[in-house]
């Protein structure tokens, strides 16, 4: 089993910048896989909020277009959330995860759960005044 490990959480002002990472372990092609970060709120659906495929195509959900990009290197099989203007909304929980193919589906801002298959455990933003 596959399993993707995030960092970088942690606290941030409102109005602040926070850089995530995540590490895939090896097991699978990375530079071909669509790269992803999903957040959850407890008590509400995780959202998907950005993706990235193999070939560096990026897709962003509205809640975080403009203030969130998404990236990866593919040498360090890595993928990276840099978060600019954090607001209070973006406190969560982030999971990185990983798909085969960047679902069609992404052209329509709809990032499916299900059609990624690899997943890491989490890691806590919180925001703070």
């Known amino acids: 089993q596959v399993q993707l490990v995030e960092s970088g959480g942690g606290s941030v002002q409102a109005g602040g910048s926070l850089r995530l990472s995540c590490s895939s372990p090896?097991?699978?092609?990375?530079?071909?896989?669509?790269m992803a970060w999903f957040r959850q709120v407890p008590g509400r659906e995780r959202e998907g909020i950005a993706a990235?495929?193999?070939?560096?195509?990026?897709y962003y959900a509205d809640s975080v277009k403009g203030r969130f990009t998404i990236s990866r290197d593919n040498d360090k099989r890595s993928h990276y959330l840099q978060m600019t203007g954090v607001n209070f909304d973006d406190a969560a929980i982030y999971y990185c995860?990983?798909?085969?193919?960047?679902?069609?589906?992404?052209?329509?801002?709809?990032?499916?759960?299900?059609?990624?298959?690899?997943w890491g455990r989490g890691t806590q933003v919180t925001v703070s005044a």
């Open positions: 995860a990983a798909a085969y193919v960047c679902s069609l589906w992404l052209n329509q801002n709809v990032f499916r759960e299900r059609d990624f298959g690899y």
């Open positions: 090896p097991g699978y092609v990375f530079s071909t896989y669509c």
């Open positions: 990235i495929s193999g070939d560096g195509i990026t």
